[in-house]
């Protein structure tokens, strides 16, 4: 997954669960400004960061290891 693609899924969840920025960003404890950069594709955040906003949305992150050709 991209970032940019993980962003348009936290802006469109926030936009689902009606949440303005302002109050996701008082919710997970992170700064506007950061949420903002994050929803744009712009920042460049934590995984503790990213954890927080999920956590609020309803969103878990899986990991799984990734097929490779040899």
Known sequence: MHYSELAN???DRREVLKITQEHLAELSGI???TLKSIETGKGNPTLD???KIIEILGLEINISVKKIDI
């Open 31 to 33: 700064g506007l400004r």
């Open 49 to 51: 960061t990213i954890m």
């Open 9 to 11: 899924i936290i802006r």
